[in-house]
């Protein structure tokens, strides 16, 4: 389990002078360079606030002169459009291992299209939901979380960080009512998504890092930015 470390002393040399470009023969900031790609993912349950933090760090990170790229599951892709109907309009007949199939669909081209490549080019790639999403929302929905894991495993890379935005049951529900005015939530829903956030509790894995959703937007926002920095810094990802 991640767990939350404070490492602020790590970070401040890493926020640029805001005025350094000027001796650059360019006269633009000079962007960092990595020696490797790294995979950052925001997860949660619906209401959490990672859509948030995922943007932030995206910003503070560009504005830092890193090369980053914010994407999102589900995608805009055809399978990413099908899975957004499906979740909107109501799952009519479709049951939750093909449900499973169309994420792992939209996933895979999400990998081949931009995770990968993105990686490859050594830019920081932030997700705002990945398969953690499946575990916990199909898992929720009776299809065996190893089983889920296993076949995610077969093609997605994991993850450098990933950032689990946890918050009280029935929180999420609650902030989602009052700040989208979606009328939503049944009984039924209020019990699916406890479900959902009981399996991300269970989650195990070296590199989570659990964050409290009840926190301000700008604490977690620095927690974030001070443990992607930290991690770049303690792995010597930093080429220059
Ligand atoms: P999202 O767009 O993040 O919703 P919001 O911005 O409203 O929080 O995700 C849409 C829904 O898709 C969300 O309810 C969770 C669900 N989902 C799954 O069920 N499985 C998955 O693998 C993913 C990525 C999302």
């Known amino acids: 389990m991640g767990g939350f470390k404070r490492t602020s002393f790590l ?16 006269g633009l900031p000079r962007m960092h360079r990595l020696k490797k790609g790294v995979l950052i993912v925001f997860e949660g349950v619906d209401g959490a606030g990672k859509s948030t933090q995922a943007r932030l ?23 990413g459009k099908k899975l957004r109907k499906l979740i909107k309009e109501g ?10 199939e169309w994420f792992i669909k939209d996933r895979f081209q999400h990998v081949e299209e931009i995770i990968k490549p993105g990686l490859e080019k050594n830019k920081i790639i932030i997700l705002d939901r990945y398969y953690f999403s499946t575990i916990a929302y199909q898992g929720a929905l009776g299809v065996d979380p190893r089983e889920i894991e296993k076949r995610n495993g077969e093609f997605a890379p994991e993850p450098n960080l990933l950032f689990l935005i946890e918050i009280p049951p029935g929180a999420g529900i609650k902030r989602i009512k009052e700040s989208r005015g979606k009328e939503t939530d049944s009984f039924e829903r209020e019990s699916y998504l406890l479900r959902v956030s009981q399996i991300f509790h269970s989650l195990e894995k070296p590199f989570i890092y659990r ?14 930015w001070e443990i992607t920095t930290a991690h770049l810094k303690e792995h010597n990802l930093i080429e220059r």
């Open 11 to 26: 970070t401040r040399s890493l926020i640029p002078d805001r005025n350094s470009g000027k001796n650059e023969p360019t």
């Open 57 to 79: 760090l995206y910003e503070r990170l560009t504005k830092a002169q890193f090369e980053a790229e914010l994407s999102k599951e589900p995608t805009e892709g055809t399978w």
């Open 91 to 100: 799952r009519g007949d479709v049951g939750p291992q093909e449900e499973l």
């Open 211 to 224: 964050l409290s959703g009840e926190e301000s937007v700008q604490k977690l926002s620095d927690q974030t």
